[in-house]
Structures are given as C-alpha cells and as structure tokens.
Nanobody
C-alpha cells in the first residue's frame, strides 16, 4: 500500500510563492507517475500537473503553465510543486496522487491519494 503525505500549504498573498511537497512510502516510488490535483471550495477536483516515472516528463494545466513547476526526487521518494505568481484562483486544497507506470490528467487514473494540503491566496 502506498501512503502519500503532503506538506507546505498555508496562507500567502497574491503574487507570492509557495512550495508543496509530497512524500511517499510503500511501493517503488521511481516507477510511479506523480501528480498534483486541486479542489477549490464548491468545485470539482481538477488536474494541475504530473511528472512521469521515466524519463520525468512534465505536463501542466493551462491555468498553471509558466507559474508552477513539478519536480521529483526518487532518492527521497518526494515530489514537489513550486508555485509562483499565485493568484486568488489558486486557492484550493492540493492533493498529491500516484499511479504505477504512465499517467495523465484524469483523476480516475490515479490509485493513491494524499489527504491534501490547503493553499489560501489572499488578494
């Protein structure tokens, strides 16, 4: 069983930066595609970004492209999300997700989820 734990959420002013981390335990981290999704109040969970297990290609939603950067450290079994130029629309609970092998932007592809970490962007 894979267990994911997110950290790094908090309150930040619009235009600011925040870095989220997700640490995995169980399974072979280097073989997982890792993703971030988010869910704003009253809205459905939406795709943010993912990074493949090999060779570490990255994909972003249009809403965060150019502002967010996903990266992974297989030795530490950690995936990070660096968020820049934050906007009030980025306010949401951010979830880390994992899937063995290849991935995509669809939430149903992912088998393992963290509990989420809240990011609040004040305007």
């Amino acid at each position: 069983q894979v267990h994911l734990v997110e950290s790094g959420g908090g309150l930040v002013q619009a235009g600011g930066s925040l870095r989220l981390s997700c640490t995995a335990s169980g399974g072979t981290f280097s073989t997982f595609t890792m993703a971030w999704f988010r869910q704003a109040p009253g809205k459905e969970r939406e795709f943010v970004t993912y990074i493949t297990w090999r060779p570490g290609r990255t994909y972003y939603s249009d809403s965060v492209k150019g502002r967010f950067t996903i990266s992974r450290d297989n030795a530490k079994a950690t995936v990070s999300l660096q968020m820049e130029s934050l906007k009030s629309d980025d306010t949401a609970v951010y979830y880390c997700a994992a899937r063995q092998g290849g991935g995509g932007p669809t939430r149903n592809l992912y088998d393992y989820w963290g509990q989420g970490t809240l990011v609040t962007v004040s305007s």
